[in-house]
């Protein structure tokens, strides 16, 4: 595992990389009709995925190169059966300046039995995804009726003490653009921040058109019928725009990856659940650390692969380019 580290993840425009998302697994225990089809996406083979030493020396390569947070994504990571060893482990890292901020996104299905393990090993802070606040709607969305464990799982997350609590509603038009200010209403009542997501092309079944989506903007005038607004901006290199509701401590963003997209000053890379590191969440090329870490490679080849794979990144993801050509991997292979 030996060889020296040096240099850091910055691509030929200057952007320096700094936010590492770890797929954990891709299953899911959700069949959400935007990711992918009612009888699912075949699975990663068990062999391909990482072990945990494996997945933590990548991390531990990626902090020598400047990586100061990391969150854990899927898939659903909390169906990982070793979920909490993971976090441990990840949460014995040190940066120069001071421990790893170390988050997850989940569907908190799980949650009511893991979030005070998970908090105790060392984790910082969730993400929930919330699309609707109806259970009948949560069931078509979804295909499972599960939206009372998703509620059990948010009061989890506060009562062990993950803070803050941020719940992400995908927006989609003519299926749940209509409960958008009582979602923005849900979290203020429970001390949550609220993020709305414009819908992306990730899906399995690459349905997604341009015309149902609803915009970052459409998404603000609707928030703006029940509440006013005072804009923030952006919290670093964050996706989101902030705004304060004004009379609360409560804020809510909104995250226009596809109309105000945030190319710019994106610092994210990705590790897939099989090893593969991708530049941009629209990459169509992967640098296969796996096979090279499994081949013997040492510590200061595996920085050498991060380095070349972050320095050939594009400047954009594209969307908005008549060429542009949706990934083959779906959103739960890629790691959100």
């Known amino acids: 595992m030996g060889g020296a580290v040096t240099g850091g993840l910055v691509d ?5 990389h700094r936010d590492l998302r770890i797929s954990l697994t891709d299953r899911c225990s959700l069949r959400c009709t935007y990711c ?7 699975w990663l083979a068990s062999a391909t995925l990482l072990s945990t030493d494996e997945l933590v020396r990548l ?9 100061r947070s990391v969150r ?24 120069p300046d001071a421990p790893l901020e170390l988050s997850l996104t989940t569907n908190a299905l799980r949650l009511p039995e893991l979030a005070a393990p998970l908090r105790e090993a060392g984790l910082a802070r969730v993400n929930i995804s919330l699309d609707t606040l109806r259970a009948d709607r949560f069931v078509e969305l979804t295909r499972r009726d599960r939206l009372a464990d998703t509620l059990a799982g948010i009061e989890a997350a506060k009562a062990a003490g993950l803070a803050p609590v941020k719940l992400n509603a995908l927006v989609m038009r003519g299926v749940n653009d209509d409960e958008i200010a009582d979602l923005v209403e849900f979290a203020i ?14 899906d399995a079944g690459h349905t997604w058109r341009r015309e149902s989506m609803v915009t970052g ?4 005038g ?6 006013a607004l005072e804009p923030l901006g952006h919290d670093g290199s964050a996706p989101a725009t902030l705004f304060r509701i004004v009379g609360t401590a ?3 963003g909104v995250i226009a990856s596809v109309t105000g997209a945030f190319c710019e000053r994106c610092d994210r890379v990705r590790l897939t659940a099989d090893g593969q590191f991708r530049n941009c969440l629209f990459a169509h090329e992967e640098s296969d650390l796996r096979t090279l870490m499994r081949d013997g490679a040492d510590d200061a080849r595996l920085a050498d692969a991060m380095r070349a794979c972050v320095a050939s990144k594009r400047r954009g993801h594209g969307i908005d380019d008549p060429t542009f050509v949706q990934p083959a991997r779906p959103m739960s292979a890629i790691g959100g």
């Open 222 to 227: 609707a928030v703006s019928e029940r509440f």
């Open 189 to 202: 009542d429970r001390g949550l921040e609220m993020r709305f997501i414009e819908h992306m092309p990730l």
């Open 59 to 67: 991390a531990r390569v990626a902090v020598g190169l400047g990586v």
């Open 217 to 220: 903007e459409e998404i603000l």
């Open 12 to 16: 030929r425009f200057g952007r320096v």
């Open 36 to 42: 992918m089809p009612a009888d699912g996406v075949p």
């Open 72 to 95: 854990l994504t899927g898939g659903e990571p909390l169906l990982r059966p070793d979920v909490v060893d993971v976090v441990r482990a990840l949460a014995g890292l040190r940066t």
């Open 250 to 252: 409560a804020t809510v």
